[in-house]
C-alpha cells in the first residue's frame, strides 16, 4: 500500500528509517482495483491493506469505502500501527471493514516509546476507544520482545478481554538482517508457558477456514477469552500459509522471506492482463514448503507489511 511510516519499531525498521520510493513508482489506488479484480477471479477471498503505514496515505479511507462496494465478497482488513486511528474513525467505521488489526506491543508509555522510537500510546489507546464495537472484528498484534514487553503479557491479555478484542502474539521473525537481534527473540512456547499459569487454555482445531491464515487460536475455558500465537521461528507452519504479499511497488512475494519476485505492475500498467495472471499463478506455485530466514529479498520488511 505505502513504503511510508511514521514508527520506527525496533523489530520492524532501522532507527534511521528506509529511503522513501519516488510517487511513480508507487502502485495508484486505480491499479490496485485493478490487480484486486484480477486476483478475485482467481479465487481469492480476502484482501489486507498494510504498510508501511498504510493510514499515512492520502485518501486511504475514502478508497477503503470505494473499494468494499465494488469487492462485496471479499473480507477486507487493514493493519495499522493505530497512530492514526481516531482522526479516521468514523470514516473506517462506515468504509464497512470486516476486521482491522492494530499494532500493540505494550501498555506502558515508556515501553512503548522505546520500542516503536517515536510512538506515542495515548494515540493508539484512544483510536481503539474509537472503533470498539463498531468495527466487527479487533485484533492487537503484539511481537514478543525480550527484556521490554514480556512484562506487559498479563496487562495485555486483561486489556483485551475486557475490550474483547482478539489478542495475538507474534514472534520476533528474522526477516531484515538490519533490524535482527537474536537477544531479542522470545518464542511462543515461553509466552504459552506464562499464560497457562493464568488460566485454562484450551487449543482450537483449525477451522479449515480459507482465510484464517498461519495463526494458531487459544480459548480461555472459564473467560471465553480468544487469543491467537504466530510462531513464524519455532514452528513451522509454511504448510498452512495462504498468503501472497503485494509490495507497494506491485511486486509479489510468495513468502515474506522469498528471495524472488514477480513484477505485476509492468505489465498491468500495458494492460497485459494475461501476463499479470500467469505471474500471479508462478507465484503460488513457488509458496515455500519450509522457512527460510533472511530471504536477501532487496526489499526491507516494512515495505511488504512486516
Known amino acids: 500500500m505505502t513504503d511510508r511510516c511514521n514508527y520506527r519499531c525496533r523489530y520492524c525498521m ?9 510517487h511513480q513508482e508507487i502502485i495508484t489506488y486505480e491499479e490496485i482495483f485493478e490487480l484486486c479484480r484480477i486476483f478475485a477471479g482467481l479465487g481469492m477471498k480476502k484482501v489486507r491493506f498494510t504498510g508501511g503505514e498504510p493510514l499515512l496515505r492520502k485518501g486511504m479511507a475514502p478508497f477503503l469505502l470505494r473499494f468494499i462496494s465494488a469487492f462485496p465478497l471479499l473480507r477486507v482488513s487493514v493493519t495499522t500501527n493505530g497512530s492514526l486511528l481516531f482522526p479516521l474513525a468514523e470514516p473506517l467505521i462506515e468504509s464497512g471493514l470486516h476486521s482491522i488489526n492494530v499494532s500493540l506491543d505494550t501498555l506502558s508509555n515508556e515501553r512503548f516509546r522505546n520500542i516503536t522510537r517515536n510512538g ?3 494515540q493508539v489507546l484512544r483510536g481503539l476507544d474509537a472503533i470498539s ?3 466487527k472484528i479487533i485484533k492487537l498484534n503484539t511481537v514478543l520482545y525480550k527484556n521490554i514487553n514480556e512484562y506487559d503479557i498479563e496487562l495485555l491479555l486483561q486489556y483485551a478481554r475486557e475490550r474483547q478484542y ?3 502474539f507474534l514472534e520476533f521473525m528474522p526477516a531484515d538482517r538490519e533490524v535482527w537481534d537474536k537477544n531479542s527473540y522470545i518464542s511462543i512456547d515461553f509466552l504459552l508457558s506464562i499464560i497457562h499459569k493464568h488460566g485454562s487454555w484450551i ?3 483449525n477451522d479449515g477456514e480459507s482465510c484464517s491464515g498461519p495463526a494458531v487460536y487459544y480459548r480461555e475455558e472459564n473467560t471465553g477469552q480468544k487469543i491467537g500465537v504466530i510462531s513464524a521461528v519455532s514452528h513451522n507452519f509454511c504448510h498452512l500459509c495462504n498468503r501472497l504479499r503485494l509490495s507497494s511497488t506491485g511486486q509479489l512475494y510468495p513468502c515474506l522471506f522469498s528471495s524472488i519476485s514477480w513484477d505485476l505492475l509492468t505489465p498491468l500498467r500495458k494492460n497485459d492482463y494475461s501476463t499479470v495472471m500467469d505471474r500471479i499463478l508462478q507465484a503460488v506455485k513457488e509458496k515455500p514448503k519450509g522457512k527460510v530466514f533472511f530471504g536477501d529479498t532487496g526489499v526491507a520488511v516494512s515495505r511488504i507489511g512486516g
Open 133 to 135: 464495537g463498531k468495527i
Open 166 to 168: 482478539v489478542l495475538r
Open 120 to 122: 506515542d500510546l495515548s
Open 203 to 205: 487449543q482450537l482445531e
Open 14 to 22: 532501522p532507527e534511521d528509517g528506509i529511503s522513501w520510493l519516488s
